[in-house]
C-alpha cells in the first residue's frame, strides 16, 4: 500500500487495525484458556477501531482528507510491512502486552508527526481526534490486559 495523502492514512490504519484484529485470532490455537480470553478481547477490540476509523473518515471533509503526508511513509517505509505477533516465542499476557504496545505505538507516532507537520486548523483538529482514538484505545487495551494478569 501506497500511503500518500490523510486518506491513505485513514486506509492504511483501518488496515492496521484489521491486521492486528486477524493476527491476534491466528494465535488463538496457540494459547491456553485463560489467554484465548485475552486475545479474543484484543480481536473484538482492534475491530471495534477500525469500524470508528471508518466511520470517522465517513463524516471528515474530502479536501482535510487530500493533505499530503507521504515523506513520513517515505522515511519509514517499515510502517508499510505489518509485524505479526513472533509464535516463535512465548506467548503470554507480557509478549502480547508488548506486541500491543509496539504496534500501536508505530501508528501514534505517525499521527503524531501528522499532526505537527499539518497547517491547517481543520487538519490539525482531525488528526489531534484519531489521535486520542489511538491512545484511548492503547490505553484501554492495555489497562485490560494488566487486569487480565491479575486475575
Not at 492514512?9 to 484458556?33: C, K, P
Request: glycine fraction near 4%; hydrophobic fraction near 35%; charged fraction near 25%.
Amino acid at each position: 500500500m501506497q500511503v500518500k495523502t490523510i486518506q491513505q492514512m485513514y486506509d492504511w490504519t483501518i488496515l492496521f487495525h484489521t491486521q492486528m484484529a486477524a493476527n491476534f485470532f491466528s494465535v488463538r490455537e496457540l494459547l491456553g484458556e485463560h489467554n484465548t480470553q485475552l486475545v479474543d478481547y484484543c480481536t473484538k477490540y482492534e475491530k471495534k477501531l477500525a469500524e470508528d476509523l471508518i466511520g470517522f473518515k465517513a463524516i471528515t471533509t474530502i479536501n482535510t482528507l487530500d493533505t499530503y503526508c507521504y515523506e513520513y511513509f517515505a522515511e519509514n517505509p517499515e510502517l508499510l510491512n505489518f509485524t505479526d505477533l513472533d509464535r516463535s516465542t512465548q506467548l503470554d499476557e507480557q509478549a502480547i502486552q508488548g506486541y500491543l504496545s509496539d504496534q500501536h505505538q508505530k501508528v501514534i507516532n505517525a499521527y503524531e508527526y501528522l499532526e505537527g507537520k499539518t497547517q491547517t486548523a481543520d487538519g490539525k483538529e482531525k488528526l489531534g481526534q484519531i489521535l486520542q482514538l489511538e491512545y484511548q484505545g492503547l490505553k484501554q487495551m492495555v489497562q485490560s490486559i494488566n487486569r487480565h494478569i491479575d486475575m
